[in-house]
């Protein structure tokens, strides 16, 4: 029987999986939607929504609270300032898991978990633009073509 088992161990020990969401947390925080395995998925979805109950309420307290758990100063302003304010009218389920067929090399369940209303702009956080490196690379090549 399955009594006492009451998260999915994801073939890791305490601290590995412990560090996994604490990353998955914070990535999901930032870009608001991301791309992992099912089990992952399934089991980040809890942690997430509580997270984001906790930032609800605007205590100290409550953001020692979610520092010690996502140890990232970014994630924890945006929960209590963005998240927060987007959220304050629903009573639950700020985040859905949406499966995304199977992965090519060991045919694993894959799923993506995103925020319910999510910025879209969040995604391209991290991306550099490409307009300005084209203009600087061709600006480099004239001059050393006028030095030659």
Same mark, same amino acid.
């Given at each position: 029987?399955?009594?006492?088992?009451?998260?999915?161990?994801?073939?890791?020990?305490?601290?590995?999986?412990?560090?996994?969401?604490?990353?998955?947390?914070?990535?999901?925080?930032?870009?608001?939607?991301?791309?992992?395995?099912?089990?992952?998925?399934?089991?980040?979805?809890?942690?997430?929504?509580? +997270? #984001?109950?906790?930032?609800?309420? *605007?205590?100290?307290?409550? $953001?020692?609270?979610?520092?010690? =758990?996502?140890?990232?100063?970014?994630?924890?302003?945006?929960?209590?300032?963005?998240?927060?304010?987007?959220?304050?009218?629903?009573?639950?389920?700020?985040?859905?898991?949406?499966?995304?067929?199977?992965?090519?090399?060991?045919?694993?369940?894959?799923? +993506? #978990?995103?925020?319910?209303?999510? *910025?879209?702009?969040?995604? $391209?956080?991290?991306?550099?633009? =490409?307009?300005?490196?084209?203009?600087?690379?061709?600006?480099?090549?004239?001059?050393?073509?006028?030095?030659?």
């Amino acid at each position: 029987m399955r009594h006492g088992l009451g998260y999915r161990k994801l073939n890791k020990t305490g601290e590995h999986r412990k560090a996994l969401f604490k990353n998955m947390l914070n990535s999901l925080i930032k870009y608001e939607q991301i791309i992992t395995t099912l089990p992952k998925a399934k089991e980040l979805k809890p942690q997430i929504d509580k +997270v #984001i109950t906790i930032g609800k309420k *605007n205590m100290l307290s409550n $953001k020692r609270r979610l520092f010690s =758990k996502l140890q990232n100063n970014k994630s924890v302003s945006k929960v209590f300032g963005e998240l927060s304010k987007r959220y304050s009218n629903r009573k639950g389920g700020y985040s859905r898991v949406l499966r995304a067929g199977y992965r090519t090399g060991d045919d694993a369940p894959m799923a +993506v #978990i995103e925020l319910v209303d999510r *910025n879209p702009e969040a995604k $391209k956080v991290d991306k550099p633009k =490409k307009v300005e490196k084209k203009e600087d690379n061709k600006k480099q090549t004239d001059q050393k073509v006028a030095r030659k």
